[in-house]
Each structure stands twice: as structure tokens, then as C-alpha cells.
């Protein structure tokens, strides 16, 4: 009988990258994959730590893994193991590995008598970008492309400096063949990803970030080319001519932000101010006037006072941007922030959360609504029991609508956008 895998992944698009090149060593090894909540000999927990919560469901996870089958070998990587190897040694986790040197966990995993195994380096000088060739996306529909790992920011909160090492870059030649075999296996979406993509190409010779996407956009089978999140100082008038030059980049940017307060944006050491952050969204609407535009936003950041928070709220507003993703503050050891006075109440940080979130609701729900009535592309990521699909638009929308034809998943359907529940499009077929 064949050994059985699962793996799960918390945190980002590139986690979730990482977790796909390691079960396809797995598979091209004989394993079958199974779903992370059944039975299975081995387990594979890809961990975030970009909150503390991440960091306790990542060994909540782990400890449920040994609990399903007591005789599984459980294996815990990436950057929650990265800085904290000794908290899953303590819960017995059998595999710890961090952010380097993945590529031999299946060697670990078959050489494994019983005996805790631990590989973490130090990633304070890490300059190598570890090739880590993934073929495929669990949803079979848009495709994730890696193409940069590591950070140079060392924004005051944020711990994947520490975690994962200093940028650097896919070469191009790695990065334009895995998009060429993505297009071969049938995928029409693809979103390059990295940990500050916007850095692509910085410490290569001859490249760049829109050069590598306007290569990817090239390939004539990929209909969609998408960013998974960028910096607003990436966006110049070159990043916008490119946009208009290019109809298959996805009319969606997750432009991060963090706080709309000049002085917690200072704080939090990140390289930009409000005004300049409204001037690149000003700019991109000046070539795509209907962009979604979705950001970050951290709750309860240390000195952060009722009027830094009211800032944010207003300049929220004002933006009108498309979806919010928010995070409560949380404080990692590593970080310049942890060590910062007027850390915050939890209760002030769940209330602003709370708060935030309410307006994220009702900024999409404004932004959806725009676009009803119009007909638009949807790429169906699930046929569902009930016989309707799911799926997005080029502009992130999610969309539910119901046909009379059949269609399968991958289809790039045109579906017309009539009404909006819970954060959902719905709409119909013609």
C-alpha cells in the first residue's frame, strides 16, 4: 500500500507556493496526497508567524496531525519553526525545519527511525534563493509563481526579515520556464508571487519586475497575469504605462498600507507617507479608473491613539478602497515594536479591529456594487453539488451564479453581475 501526505499551510501566497513544491516531491516519491484532516503517515504543517495567533495555530495544528494517527511522522516547516524551533520541539513535532533547505524534507522524512530531527539555519546573511519548482495550485486554476523571497525592510512590527533573510531573486531563466510549463499544464491565470515582490531583479543583472511580468503576459495561453502584493512606492508612471499596455495584468493591486496616520507609518519605519500613498492609487486610477485596490491594515499598533486610529478610519474612507485585510497588533519578540512604550490594551486593539473590519465589509460591498449589471469575465475556481460555480473576476471580485450549460472548473466564463450577499457577486448567464 502507498504512504499517504497531507500537508496544510498558514499565512501567504508564498507559503502556500512552498507547501505545492514540497508535496510534488512527495508524489513524484510514490506518496498519495490526502486532505490535512484525514488519516496519513506523514503530515506537513507550513507555519506563518506573522501574528502570535499564526504562530499557536501553526503548533495547534501539529499537535491535532499526532492526535489523527499517533504513528505519523509530523513535520513542521517555514517561519514559525524559523523562530521558534524550541516551542515545536517541546510538542514533539518529529521534523522541524525553517525557511532553507526544504528540498530535503522528503529525504528526512524517509531516513526518520524515531529520533527528533531539527535543520534550522541562521537566515541573518542568507543571500542564495532556494529554487523550489512547483507545478501545480490545489484549486487547479491560477497558478502561483515564486519568483523572490526575503525582505530589506525591517518594518518595526514585522519579524520575516528575521525569519526569512534578505531578498533575492528567482533567476529569469528559472522563473519565464516554470510560467511556460504552468501555461502547458493548462493554467490561464498566473500570480507572481514573492515576500517584497517589488525587489524582483534588484540583485540580478539586466532585470526587473515589469520586464519579467510583461514576459509572463507574453505566453499566449495565459489570459491572466496577476501581482500578489506590492509596495506603493513600485508604482510609477513605467508600472502604470505597463498597465495599460498590458490587458491581461488583472485590473486588482494589493497595495499595502498598514495605518493612514503619518506618524504611526514613521513608527512602524515604513517608506512612504499618506499623501504618497493616495498620489500612487491617484495614478493608477488614471489608467485603470475601475482598479481594485485591497490593503493591510494593523490594528492597536504601539502609541497608536484614538486620533491616529480615527486618521486611518478617514483616510480609509476617502481611498475607497476595495477590501481590507486586518490584523490586530501583535508583538514578536524580534521586532523593533516589542520593545516600543504604549503597547496597547488588548481590548483597544480588538475593539479597533472590530471597527475596521466593519468598514472593509461595507467599502466592498460599495466597490461590488459598482459593476452590477455589467458583464464580466468570471475564471470558475469551484463547480459546486448544487449545481452552481463560483469563481473571480480579473478585479477579485468572487462571483456565484448559476447556468444552464455546463461548465468546468478553469472555464473563463461571461457572467452578469446582478446583486451582492456576504461578500459575494452574484450573478447569471445570458
Known sequence: ??????????????????????????????YDMVDFNDFADVYVINTCSVTNLADKKSRQLAGRAKRRNPQAIIAAVGCSTQAN?????????????????????????????????????SQEYNKNYEEMSSGSDTNRTRAFLKVQDGCDNF????????????????????????????????????????????SYGKDLEGQNLLALLRDIA???????????????????????????????????LHLSLQSGSDDILRSMNRKYTAAEFEKAVEMLRSVSPDIAITTDIIAGFPGETSEHHAETLA??????????????????????????????????KTARTKELLALGKMLNTSYAQKFLGHLTDVLIEEVRQDGRYVGKTTN??????????PFA????VKVILEKTRDGVVCGHII
Request: glycine fraction near 6%.
Open 1 to 30: 500500500m502507498k504512504r499517504t501526505v497531507a500537508a496544510t499551510t498558514l499565512g501567504c501566497k508564498v507559503n502556500l507556493y512552498d507547501t505545492n513544491a514540497l508535496l510534488e516531491g512527495f508524489v513524484a516519491a510514490g
Open 85 to 121: 524551533p524550541d516551542k515545536f520541539r517541546n510538542i514533539g513535532v518529529d521534523i522541524i525545519m525553517g525557511t532553507s533547505r526544504r528540498n530535503e524534507l522528503l529525504e528526512h522524512v524517509q531516513i526518520f527511525k524515531g529520533e527528533q530531527i531539527i535543520s534550522i539555519e
Open 155 to 198: 518594518c518595526a512590527y514585522c519579524v520575516i526579515p528575521h525569519v526569512r533573510g534578505r531578498s533575492r531573486s528567482r533567476s529569469y531563466n528559472d522563473a519565464m520556464t516554470q510560467a511556460h510549463n504552468f501555461a502547458d499544464a493548462g493554467y490561464k491565470e498566473i500570480v507572481v508571487a514573492g515576500i517584497h515582490v517589488a
Open 218 to 252: 507574453a505566453i499566449p495561453s495565459i489570459q491572466r497575469v496577476r501581482l500578489s502584493s506590492v509596495e506603493p512606492n513600485m508604482i510609477t508612471q513605467k508600472f502604470c504605462d505597463f498597465m495599460a499596455e498590458t490587458p491581461k495584468f488583472c485590473n486588482h
Open 315 to 348: 483616510f480609509l474612507k476617502e481611498v475607497k478602497f476595495a477590501g481590507l485585510h486586518v490584523f490586530p497588533y501583535s508583538a514578536k519578540a524580534e521586532t523593533k515594536a516589542a520593545k516600543m512604550g504604549g503597547q496597547i490594551a488588548k481590548e483597544t
Open 396 to 405: 477579485y471580485l468572487s462571483v456565484n451564479f448559476a447556468s444552464p450549460i
Open 409 to 412: 472548473q478553469n472555464d473563463i
